[in-house]
């Protein structure tokens, strides 16, 4: 994205003067370099990448800034020889080479590159949450809370493929962190992100808060003006929380937060897919008359039991991350089980944990390292981590106590008499 310019010319690469060398010479070279300046922000040109080796080749270049590429520009004859200025001209190039494609807006979907000129998909091996954060700062949203998601979660792209992703989660563009170019990977697995721009704060846990939304760089506050159960509805599936025909409760206080209030007047239907997706005015930063802020409290079940031979048994799914996860039985024992079966409405005393896939194996992501005290309200209370290399064969199972205990009273009877 960045350094001294040099075309090629007859044979060899040589050095441009900066003599004319102004913005929209240096947006023709990034243009034609593939990078593609966001919104219209200028390349830097103030920068200097000292002086390379051998002649000038060629100064007093004059574009437009519209051109495809430097050589369409006017300037004199290639030549050799030298110029006034110095350093050579260089360039920082700003750019963008990212995109999000069949989301359901535009903070989520398919990642794809441009990299070398073109469009490529993302490889989901060794794709994680630190890599989605990078992807969702760089496109303007807020790192902290991105998903990553893999198995071509928003559908299969095409063309080439880069992979082997590894960021360390601070980098400012994704071309800072390391990948392979080209990779033989299929498309089946290409990686997706969700960025956060929608999430609950003051809560004692993930499913419960105030509602804060993001736009244009920060969160903003929501007015309860309009506010009603269409909207919690549709804030909870937004968060990827199911809440099985029970509504939201919205009659709740976790006060008032700090900064200006973004929207109000949302008009939700109540099955769309994220609250973007719903009418309100347009973004803008005020005040409204209701206080406390909106506020929601999500009910759900993130776990079911799957293959058992009723309710009360099977294998062990996770609703984590807008996705049904499997659970590998690395650290798994009965306090993990009994989390399970408390939150699913039966005893947890006497839950007994099943490893190595008892009921038959899952598919797609697995969570791992599940590690519960025993006394926790939901499974998402315990420890454990979202993504393993885990293999289905290790799917982990519970059986939880449904025994009823009887009471027998023996009462004395009166006697009978004897027949003789």
């Known amino acids: 994205m960045e350094g001294r310019v040099m075309v090629w010319h007859n044979g060899s690469f040589g050095r441009v003067c900066p003599d004319g060398f102004g913005q929209e010479e240096a947006h023709v070279v990034c243009r034609q370099?593939?990078?593609?300046?966001?919104?219209?922000?200028?390349?830097?040109?103030?920068?200097?990448?000292?002086?390379?080796?051998?002649?000038?080749?060629?100064?007093?270049?004059n574009c437009k800034g519209n051109e495809s590429s430097l050589s369409n520009c006017k300037h004199p004859e290639f030549r050799f020889g030298e110029c006034s200025g110095t350093p050579d001209a260089s360039v920082v190039c700003k750019f963008v080479p990212m995109r999000l494609v069949n989301g359901s807006?535009?903070?989520?979907?398919?990642?794809?590159?441009?990299?070398?000129?073109?469009?490529?998909?993302?490889?989901?091996?060794?794709?994680?949450?630190?890599?989605?954060s990078v992807v969702c700062r760089q496109l303007g949203y807020n790192g902290t809370g991105a998903i990553s998601k893999h198995r071509a979660y928003f559908g299969g792209g095409r063309g080439n493929i880069v992979s082997s992703v590894q960021c360390n989660g601070n980098e400012g563009y994704f071309t800072d962190c390391k990948y392979r170019y080209v990779s033989?990977?299929?498309?089946?697995?290409?990686?997706?992100?969700?960025?956060?721009?929608?999430?609950?704060?003051?809560?004692?846990?993930?499913?419960?808060?105030?509602?804060?939304?993001?736009?244009?760089?920060?969160?903003?506050?929501?007015?309860?003006?309009?506010?009603?159960?269409?909207?919690?509805?549709?804030?909870?599936?937004?968060?990827?929380?199911?809440?099985?025909?029970?509504?939201?409760?919205?009659?709740?206080?976790?006060?008032?937060?700090?900064?200006?209030v973004l929207v109000s007047n949302i008009n939700c239907k109540g099955n769309e897919l994220s609250l973007s997706a719903c009418k309100h005015p347009a973004f803008r930063f005020g005040e409204c008359g209701c206080t406390p802020d909106v506020s929601v409290v999500c009910k759900f079940v993130p776990?079911?039991?799957?293959?058992?031979?009723?309710?009360?048994?099977?294998?062990?799914?996770?609703?984590?991350?807008?996705?049904?996860?499997?659970?590998?039985?690395?650290?798994?024992?009965?306090?993990?089980?009994?989390v399970v079966c408390r939150q699913l409405g039966y005893s947890g005393t006497g839950a007994r944990s099943k490893i190595g896939a008892y009921f038959g194996e899952g598919r797609g992501n697995i969570v791992a390292d599940v590690q519960c005290n025993g006394h926790e309200g939901y499974i998402t209370d315990c420890r454990y981590r979202s993504v393993s290399p885990c293999r289905h064969n290790r799917d982990v199972s519970v059986i939880c106590n449904v025994t009823v205990t009887f009471t027998f009273v023996l009462q004395k009877l009166p006697k009978l008499p004897i027949a003789r």
């Not at 593939?34 to 007093?60: A, R």
């Not at 073109?118 to 989605?132: F, G, I, L, P, S």
């Not at 009360?312 to 993990?336: I, M, P």
Request: net charge negative; with cysteine.
């Open 33 to 61: 370099l593939g990078f593609n300046n966001n919104e219209g922000v200028d390349p830097d040109i103030n920068v200097d990448f000292g002086k390379g080796s051998g002649p000038i080749l060629v100064s007093n270049i």
């Open 105 to 132: 807006g535009p903070h989520e979907g398919r990642v794809e590159v441009f990299d070398r000129r073109e469009w490529k998909t993302v490889c989901d091996y060794q794709w994680d949450d630190k890599d989605a």
């Open 184 to 260: 033989s990977c299929s498309h089946t697995r290409d990686s997706s992100v969700i960025c956060t721009v929608l999430t609950l704060v003051g809560g004692s846990n993930s499913m419960e808060g105030r509602v804060m939304v993001w736009h244009n760089g920060s969160f903003g506050r929501v007015c309860r003006d309009g506010f009603g159960q269409e909207e919690a509805h549709v804030v909870c599936r937004h968060l990827g929380f199911n809440n099985d025909g029970g509504d939201p409760d919205i009659n709740v206080d976790f006060g008032n937060g700090s900064g200006p």
């Open 303 to 338: 776990v079911r039991l799957v293959n058992g031979s009723g309710p009360h048994e099977g294998r062990v799914e996770v609703f984590d991350k807008r996705e049904w996860k499997t659970v590998c039985d690395y650290q798994w024992d009965d306090k993990d089980a009994s």
